[in-house]
């Protein structure tokens, strides 16, 4: 036993001495593993559509990527929002038309 005590810690003085921290060599020979680093929902994005389009089984890769990511991240999803859309056709009322001004605006101007 007194061998093996040592050993070790003539294993930690010399290991010691070399570029690495003691506490570096201890997690070596003891087996630790850092954890992962931390990534951002975009990276998290990124790496999920990429890996969707090299296995090919989804059609919607964005889509898929978007809800693994949502639950890994621990995301809840938002909800739909409730009205009407309308979508004109043409310039939207980017020149001089006085049509895009609101009523109350016009009778202001009186």
């Known amino acids: 036993m007194h061998k093996r005590m ?11 001495c070399g ?6 060599v201890a997690r070596g020979l ?12 975009s990276q998290e994005l990124q790496l999920e559509f990429e890996r969707c389009k090299k296995i090919g089984e989804e059609e919607n890769c964005a889509q898929a990527a978007y809800d693994i990511v949502r639950r890994v991240k621990g995301l809840e999803p ?11 056709e043409g310039d939207g009322g980017h020149g001089d038309s006085q049509e ?5 605006k016009k009778d202001n101007n009186k």
């Open 6 to 16: 040592i050993i070790l810690t003539l294993t930690f003085v010399v290991s010691g």
């Open 19 to 24: 570029s690495s921290s003691p506490l570096d």
């Open 30 to 41: 003891l087996g630790y593993v850092p954890p992962p680093e931390e990534t951002t929902i």
């Open 78 to 88: 938002r909800t739909v929002p409730k009205g009407v859309v309308i979508i004109l």
């Open 100 to 104: 895009a001004e609101p009523e109350n």
